[in-house]
């Protein structure tokens, strides 16, 4: 954590010009009536979206030592040798971010591909929650803190793998700072901190009570919010406490509300719209649809809001020779039925914090953290849809229908009309939060200092998932099985084909569909005592600090699923249980030592052990930092760190289940129709069964960590910080991923990629690809996909390397004080090799596989007169790879803008708008899966307008 003594050289005293600055980077109403941050945490600040600033007198003469992340030695006059960002919260409502997941997009070295509210697989594993991931390296490798705590995970796993911190139900209006450490930090902080770690702090001084809100709405409908907060507090000369209440309504936007995604007109990768498959029927002998007649799909076109009609397909129908192709294929479909879906979850939260201490002496303080939150959101990734299932629960859908002796194929999706709307479509999470941090603190003698705390943290949810009952929904459409035919050995049915084109009425619909509800939970409880000495000895070039910590708790978690999940009674369902915990114990240490007045090194080790089915995994990790000051305007500094974490424990205690997500079939498309675009292939997006368990095997990740810069200030307007950083993961633990498996395989099959470049069938990703993928051997779909098995291993090798660079900048002039902050993050590699012998990829290649940029950059500028404030702040984030894999698409640029105006100094009013200029996501012609944008990076919600107001009840102005 960091701190500098405050003196008047030329980067504290350029620090607290800056302090002038209201509506800069830190107002000036910030500065007043609270503690700033010194010099030394400025200097830790540099490379971040913000500066921090020195404070007028000493901390060390008012015996005040501060603290951020980064250390445990509260210490003044140094500062650590890794940059720390830190982004305070006038800098959160000067560039208008409206939640935690905004403010950290805006982070440089936040660039890793994450789930967003649209994304299928989120809505399927983890509804309604958000994640972070520093260096790109995994959601699961930053450390997330609250207050300095751990909180407890959220209890269902991030894309049904791993374990994962939720940031979304962080009460943005109650943070008083966010401190980012992007490097290796688990010999001070633990072995889960090999990517970074990230301290939410709330406010805990409050100087009166503090009413504000924040109403939004988005310009082009829908997404309309309301956010409330209230904090206050209360004092006498031994006791004080603090606390907040936040309310928050966050109403949803539809896809059908979003001219880009409401229909497949939108697709770029079609001359002409191709209807999705409402009403579908199709011939497994001939491979082509059975067309329903025009006069049939009329007399279903008021539903789907009245879009249903007869619609094609190009090359599903008959063989016609004298084109020497396929004809269309008939169905009856909508063009905007796709559109059914949120862009931005329903969400309706109350939290609240409290803190509060008693000084039973001058040198024992007893306290108390407490914060409990509750939300409920609600969000819809599609409608339902059926398909013959059988018992087994097999992707294969064909059936032998006596009634017309013939093997037969039925889909059908449900329309709004069946459903009586999205009430009974929408998935539902309520979320309940808790924790509590009992505690003692105090002092020994004049150096030394304590605290003994125990945190006991949990997250509950009801999660409820819509569902086809497959049994039931087989049984009215089909009818009851008759027996198996003998040719083929399918199962036998005497169905009507009406019966697939039949509306259902809304008794019918509720009579075969059900909410399969989840009651996960996760929590931890933790053990802590930590010693501290900013002096345990004195040096020539000054004392040496020294912290020591003892750790030692246990976390678990329980999915709780519905049990008839856990079977083949849903349709396209067959879920994994998951329960377990483990117990741990750490011992660490941390010296700095002044070498020279202007040379400082620091040193921390660390050791981890936990205990887990029967297993049990330590290490030793350490760290070390130099801190070099040639002169009052330069500072050279570098870090090396290794760390070690422990499996998650989902990777380790999931059970055995099967999903039967949609999948590409890479290899039929490249030999069965080589001249079509993935998205137009007909083996593009096809239901298969994902076969899936845990592994209590697995070995504990271990790494590397190297950081190295400078910070330079040339005059007291002017500083600018370059950071070159590495970190190397080695026995790295991921899932198999389903897509990357079925493109090996067709590479190892074909023999090359699809770039041209040579593959060795030999080579151990291919004999592992081509084990793990089942395709049928026999009857109508044979060699066609079947199953893909995943679990959980400890890959070989991931490694990524690049510069943070930042500048800040401040202008005094006689019409207003211009301030200016920017930050980019150049990643020069990142690299995957998953066995050894392989191939190393690179993750930023277009045809790696993988989604994530190079470069990440923001900007802000602002302009301060009196009372009087506006910024303009900007994002640029780079280019991505396309759909296709075989190119780039262009960087995006995202820019807000904020104006602020103190009516008195106890009323404040602020006016922002996001997305300035109603930027939509950067056009990708190759784009054919919905929504036609990279969801992982880009959503259409388009340009959107807050009006904030605060009313401070007592205590001094802002």
């Given at each position: 954590?960091?701190?500098?003594?405050?003196?008047?050289?030329?980067?504290?005293?350029?620090?607290?010009?800056?302090?002038?600055?209201?509506?800069?980077?830190?107002?000036?109403?910030?500065?007043?009536?609270?503690?700033?941050?010194?010099?030394?945490?400025?200097?830790?600040?540099?490379?971040?979206?913000?500066?921090?600033?020195?404070?007028?007198?000493?901390?060390?003469?008012?015996?005040?030592?501060?603290?951020?992340?980064?250390?445990?030695?509260?210490?003044?006059?140094?500062?650590?040798?890794?940059?720390?960002?830190?982004?305070?919260?006038?800098?959160?409502?000067?560039?208008?971010?409206?939640?935690?997941?905004?403010?950290?997009?805006?982070?440089?070295?936040?660039?890793?591909?994450?789930?967003?509210?649209?994304?299928?697989?989120?809505?399927?594993?983890?509804?309604?929650?958000?994640?972070?991931?520093?260096?790109?390296?995994?959601?699961?490798?930053?450390?997330?803190?609250?207050?300095?705590?751990?909180?407890?995970?959220?209890?269902?796993?991030?894309?049904?793998?791993?374990?994962?911190?939720?940031?979304?139900?962080?009460?943005?209006?109650?943070?008083?700072?966010?401190?980012?450490?992007?490097?290796?930090?688990?010999?001070?902080?633990?072995?889960?901190?090999?990517?970074?770690?990230?301290?939410?702090?709330?406010?805990?001084?409050?100087?009166?009570?503090?009413?504000?809100?924040?109403?939004?709405?988005?310009?082009?409908?829908?997404?309309?919010?309301?956010?409330?907060?209230?904090?206050?507090?209360?004092?006498?000369?031994?006791?004080?406490?603090?606390?907040?209440?936040?309310?928050?309504?966050?109403?949803?936007?539809?896809?059908?509300?979003?001219?880009?995604?409401?229909?497949?007109?939108?697709?770029?990768?079609?001359?002409?719209?191709?209807?999705?498959?409402?009403?579908?029927?199709?011939?497994?002998?001939?491979?082509?649809?059975?067309?329903?007649?025009?006069?049939?799909?009329?007399?279903?076109?008021?539903?789907?809001?009245?879009?249903?009609?007869?619609?094609?397909?190009?090359?599903?129908?008959?063989?016609?020779?004298?084109?020497?192709?396929?004809?269309?294929?008939?169905?009856?479909?909508?063009?905007?039925?796709?559109?059914?879906?949120?862009?931005?979850?329903?969400?309706?939260?109350?939290?609240?914090?409290?803190?509060?201490?008693?000084?039973?002496?001058?040198?024992?303080?007893?306290?108390?953290?407490?914060?409990?939150?509750?939300?409920?959101?609600?969000?819809?990734?599609?409608?339902?849809?059926?398909?013959?299932?059988?018992?087994?629960?097999?992707?294969?859908?064909?059936?032998?229908?006596?009634?017309?002796?013939?093997?037969?194929?039925?889909?059908?999706?449900?329309?709004?009309?069946?459903?009586?709307?999205?009430?009974?479509?929408?998935?539902?999470?309520?979320?309940?939060?808790?924790?509590?941090?009992?505690?003692?603190?105090?002092?020994?003698?004049?150096?030394?200092?304590?605290?003994?705390?125990?945190?006991?943290?949990?997250?509950?949810?009801?999660?409820?998932?819509?569902?086809?009952?497959?049994?039931?929904?087989?049984?009215?459409?089909?009818?009851?099985?008759?027996?198996?035919?003998?040719?083929?050995?399918?199962?036998?049915?005497?169905?009507?084909?009406?019966?697939?084109?039949?509306?259902?009425?809304?008794?019918?619909?509720?009579?075969?569909?059900?909410?399969?509800?989840?009651?996960?939970?996760?929590?931890?409880?933790?053990?802590?005592?930590?010693?501290?000495?900013?002096?345990?000895?004195?040096?020539?070039?000054?004392?040496?600090?020294?912290?020591?910590?003892?750790?030692?708790?246990?976390?678990?978690?329980?999915?709780?699923?519905?049990?008839?999940?856990?079977?083949?009674?849903?349709?396209?369902?067959?879920?994994?249980?998951?329960?377990?915990?483990?117990?741990?114990?750490?011992?660490?240490?941390?010296?700095?030592?002044?070498?020279?007045?202007?040379?400082?090194?620091?040193?921390?080790?660390?050791?981890?052990?936990?205990?887990?089915?029967?297993?049990?995994?330590?290490?030793?990790?350490?760290?070390?930092?130099?801190?070099?000051?040639?002169?009052?305007?330069?500072?050279?500094?570098?870090?090396?760190?290794?760390?070690?974490?422990?499996?998650?424990?989902?990777?380790?205690?999931?059970?055995?289940?099967?999903?039967?997500?949609?999948?590409?079939?890479?290899?039929?498309?490249?030999?069965?129709?080589?001249?079509?675009?993935?998205?137009?292939?007909?083996?593009?997006?096809?239901?298969?069964?994902?076969?899936?368990?845990?592994?209590?095997?697995?070995?504990?990740?271990?790494?590397?960590?190297?950081?190295?810069?400078?910070?330079?200030?040339?005059?007291?307007?002017?500083?600018?910080?370059?950071?070159?950083?590495?970190?190397?993961?080695?026995?790295?633990?991921?899932?198999?991923?389903?897509?990357?498996?079925?493109?090996?395989?067709?590479?190892?099959?074909?023999?090359?990629?699809?770039?041209?470049?040579?593959?060795?069938?030999?080579?151990?990703?291919?004999?592992?690809?081509?084990?793990?993928?089942?395709?049928?051997?026999?009857?109508?779909?044979?060699?066609?996909?079947?199953?893909?098995?995943?679990?959980?291993?400890?890959?070989?090798?991931?490694?990524?390397?690049?510069?943070?660079?930042?500048?800040?900048?401040?202008?005094?002039?006689?019409?207003?004080?211009?301030?200016?902050?920017?930050?980019?993050?150049?990643?020069?590699?990142?690299?995957?090799?998953?066995?050894?012998?392989?191939?190393?990829?690179?993750?930023?290649?277009?045809?790696?596989?993988?989604?994530?940029?190079?470069?990440?950059?923001?900007?802000s500028l602002t302009w301060s007169l009196e009372q009087l404030s506006w910024t303009l702040s900007g994002t640029r984030l780079g280019k991505l790879p396309n759909y296709d894999e075989d190119a780039y698409i262009k960087a995006s640029y995202l820019f807000n803008t904020s104006v602020q105006y103190d009516f008195t100094d106890h009323l404040r009013g602020s006016l922002t708008v996001t997305n300035l200029f109603d930027k939509n996501p950067v056009k990708d012609a190759t784009y054919a899966s919905y929504p036609y944008y990279d969801i992982s990076w880009f959503d259409s919600v388009g340009r959107s307008i807050y009006l904030e107001m605060t009313w401070k009840l007592g205590g001094a102005g802002f």
């Amino acid at each position: 954590m960091c701190t500098v003594a405050v003196q008047q050289a030329p980067l504290a005293m350029a620090r607290a010009g800056l302090a002038g600055n209201r509506g800069g980077i830190m107002g000036s109403h910030q500065f007043r009536g609270r503690r700033a941050l010194s010099l030394g945490c400025a200097l830790a600040a540099l490379a971040a979206p913000q500066a921090v600033f020195a404070q007028d007198s000493d901390p060390q003469e008012n015996g005040d030592a501060i603290v951020v992340t980064g250390s445990r030695i509260p210490r003044v006059a140094t500062e650590g040798p890794a940059p720390v960002t830190v982004i305070d919260s006038a800098m959160i409502r000067e560039n208008g971010y409206a939640s935690v997941p905004d403010i950290l997009r805006a982070v440089t070295q936040n660039g890793g591909e994450t789930q967003s509210q649209q994304s299928f697989s989120g809505a399927s594993f983890t509804p309604g929650a958000q994640q972070v991931d520093l260096r790109g390296l995994g959601p699961n490798h930053t450390l997330v803190l609250v207050n300095g705590r751990r909180i407890a995970d959220f209890p269902l796993p991030f894309q049904g793998r791993s374990n994962f911190t939720d940031i979304s139900n962080i009460p943005v209006s109650m943070i008083e700072q966010v401190e980012v450490l992007s490097g290796s930090a688990s010999a001070i902080y633990g072995s889960d901190a090999i990517a970074g770690v990230i301290n939410f702090k709330l406010k805990d001084k409050v100087d009166g009570t503090t009413i504000d809100y924040r109403h939004g709405r988005t310009e082009h409908g829908g997404g309309a919010s309301h956010r409330l907060a209230v904090t206050s507090g209360w004092s006498t000369d031994r006791f004080h406490v603090v606390g907040g209440v936040e309310y928050l309504l966050q109403r949803p936007i539809w896809a059908y509300d979003r001219r880009i995604q409401d229909s497949v007109a939108d697709n770029p990768t079609t001359p002409s719209p191709i209807a999705r498959r409402t009403f579908l029927r199709y011939d497994p002998d001939a491979d082509e649809y059975v067309d329903p007649g025009a006069a049939t799909c009329a007399g279903l076109s008021y539903l789907n809001g009245g879009s249903t009609y007869h619609a094609t397909r190009p090359r599903y129908g008959a063989y016609d020779p004298d084109l020497d192709d396929y004809g269309p294929g008939y169905f009856c479909g909508s063009d905007t039925s796709i559109g059914y879906g949120t862009v931005i979850s329903r969400r309706e939260g109350f939290n609240s914090f409290a803190s509060a201490g008693y000084e039973i002496s001058d040198a024992l303080e007893l306290f108390v953290d407490a914060q409990f939150g509750i939300s409920k959101v609600a969000l819809m990734p599609d409608v339902l849809e059926w398909g013959f299932q059988d018992a087994s629960g097999s992707s294969d859908t064909t059936f032998y229908n006596a009634f017309d002796e013939r093997l037969d194929d039925w889909y059908r999706q449900f329309t709004p009309e069946e459903s009586g709307g999205f009430g009974q479509v929408k998935t539902r999470n309520r979320q309940t939060t808790f924790s509590v941090t009992p505690g003692v603190r105090g002092t020994l003698s004049d150096k030394w200092a304590y605290e003994v705390s125990f945190n006991h943290s949990e997250y509950r949810a009801k999660v409820e998932f819509p569902e086809v009952i497959a049994a039931k929904a087989n049984a009215l459409f089909l009818g009851p099985q008759t027996g198996s035919d003998e040719g083929s050995g399918y199962p036998v049915f005497d169905a009507d084909p009406a019966r697939l084109y039949t509306p259902l009425t809304q008794a019918e619909y509720a009579g075969i569909t059900a909410y399969s509800v989840y009651r996960p939970k996760s929590w931890t409880d933790n053990l802590s005592a930590t010693v501290t000495n900013t002096a345990l000895f004195d040096l020539p070039a000054g004392p040496v600090g020294f912290a020591a910590v003892a750790e030692g708790g246990k976390q678990g978690y329980d999915l709780n699923p519905d049990p008839l999940a856990l079977t083949d009674y849903y349709y396209g369902l067959k879920d994994s249980d998951g329960h377990g915990s483990r117990s741990h114990w750490a011992l660490g240490g941390e010296l700095r030592v002044p070498i020279t007045s202007f040379l400082q090194a620091s040193g921390a080790a660390r050791y981890d052990s936990y205990r887990f089915a029967g297993n049990t995994i330590g290490k030793f990790t350490y760290n070390g930092g130099l801190e070099l000051r040639p002169m009052r305007s330069l500072l050279l500094r570098a870090a090396y760190g290794t760390g070690f974490r422990a499996p998650d424990l989902h990777y380790v205690f999931t059970g055995p289940g099967n999903t039967h997500p949609s999948a590409t079939d890479y290899y039929q498309c490249r030999t069965q129709e080589p001249d079509e675009d993935i998205g137009d292939c007909s083996y593009s997006d096809e239901g298969i069964v994902a076969r899936r368990t845990g592994n209590r095997t697995l070995k504990p990740e271990t790494s590397k960590s190297l950081n190295a810069g400078f910070v330079w200030q040339p005059s007291r307007h002017f500083d600018v910080s370059v950071d070159y950083f590495r970190v190397s993961l080695a026995n790295q633990v991921q899932d198999l991923s389903i897509d990357q498996l079925l493109r090996d395989e067709a590479d190892c099959r074909i023999g090359e990629t699809t770039a041209g470049s040579a593959v060795d069938i030999n080579s151990p990703t291919c004999q592992d690809a081509i084990a793990r993928v089942q395709r049928y051997a026999s009857g109508v779909n044979e060699g066609e996909l079947d199953a893909v098995s995943v679990n959980p291993i400890n890959i070989a090798h991931e490694k990524t390397s690049g510069i943070d660079v930042a500048i800040h900048g401040n202008l005094p002039t006689d019409f207003g004080l211009f301030a200016l902050t920017a930050s980019h993050t150049h990643v020069f590699k990142h690299s995957f090799r998953q066995y050894p012998g392989d191939p190393t990829i690179n993750k930023l290649a277009y045809d790696s596989g993988y989604d994530i940029p190079r470069d990440k950059s923001t900007a802000s500028l602002t302009w301060s007169l009196e009372q009087l404030s506006w910024t303009l702040s900007g994002t640029r984030l780079g280019k991505l790879p396309n759909y296709d894999e075989d190119a780039y698409i262009k960087a995006s640029y995202l820019f807000n803008t904020s104006v602020q105006y103190d009516f008195t100094d106890h009323l404040r009013g602020s006016l922002t708008v996001t997305n300035l200029f109603d930027k939509n996501p950067v056009k990708d012609a190759t784009y054919a899966s919905y929504p036609y944008y990279d969801i992982s990076w880009f959503d259409s919600v388009g340009r959107s307008i807050y009006l904030e107001m605060t009313w401070k009840l007592g205590g001094a102005g802002f």
